[in-house]
């Protein structure tokens, strides 16, 4: 049962354009929710996170809007650039606050 | 400041035998986090330290696999009796104090059993 859901393993886009990545959680009590980011052979790098008080959180280039209703956020990139290329993951703590759950992951792949 | 690090980075071993897995945290941190990454999958949580303590060990897939940390630092994960759906990339993590919010990864190990 996955509470944390990735629906599209990859997506390409050209550079400078607005790359979208999406995210659904079935769990309702989630109120947290972070993006990482993964190069190959690197451990995953936090990029941004959003609490439920809020539905958006802008930082540079990223910005990430949670819809609560439909369980659903989304992490957008403007303008997008080659250096983004990677596999992003959305994330929410458990409810003991002693794990997170991961999505399987999105592969973004921008191109010049 | 020196980030997570991990050993080996790479690992092969034969079925049946038994590894150990380091992590090295980051100083100070006093919450230590073991995931691992089979193929295509995302991470899957296997325990959480405070401390030296384990307080969730819910993820741990079967008693062949055990973790210990000493002195609020380093931290080690013991498979034994390797298998092949033990092949993975083990991530291990830290973080300040524990709780929702970020953890910073070290770089992996990237077990195969053959």
């Known amino acids: 049962d996955q509470q944390v859901k990735q629906n599209s393993p990859s997506l390409s886009v050209q550079e400078g354009r607005i790359s979208i990545l999406n995210c659904d959680y079935t769990?309702?009590?989630?109120?947290?929710f972070l993006w990482y980011k993964k190069y190959p052979a690197e451990g995953p790098t936090f990029l941004i996170s959003?609490?439920?008080?809020?539905d958006k959180n802008e930082d540079g280039r990223f910005t990430v809007f949670l819809n609560k209703s439909a369980k659903h956020l989304s992490l957008h990139i403007v303008p997008s650039q080659p250096g983004d290329s990677a596999v992003y993951f959305c994330?929410?703590?458990?409810?003991?606050?002693?794990?997170?759950?991961f999505g399987k992951g999105t592969t973004l792949s921008v191109s010049s | 400041g020196a980030g997570v690090s991990q050993s080996p980075s790479n690992k092969v071993t034969e079925k049946g035998k038994d590894v150990e897995l380091r992590c090295d945290p980051i100083?100070?941190?006093?919450?230590l986090y073991w995931y691992r990454q089979r193929l295509g999958q995302g991470l899957e949580f296997l325990i959480y330290?405070?401390?030296?303590?384990?307080?969730?060990k819910s993820g741990l897939p079967s008693d062949r696999f055990s973790a210990e940390r000493t002195g609020e630092s380093v931290s080690t994960l013991t498979i034994q009796r390797t298998q092949q759906e033990d092949s993975a990339v083990y991530l291990c993590?830290?973080?300040?104090?524990?709780?929702?919010?970020?953890?910073?990864f070290g770089p992996g190990t990237r077990l195969t059993v053959t």
């Open positions: 993590a830290s973080s300040l104090s524990g709780g929702p919010g970020e953890q910073y």
């Open positions: 769990n309702s009590m989630f109120d947290y």
């Open positions: 959003i609490s439920s008080i809020k």
């Open positions: 994330a929410a703590p458990n409810q003991a606050g002693t794990a997170l759950i």
């Open positions: 100083s100070g941190h006093t919450a």
């Open positions: 330290f405070q401390g030296n303590s384990a307080p969730d």
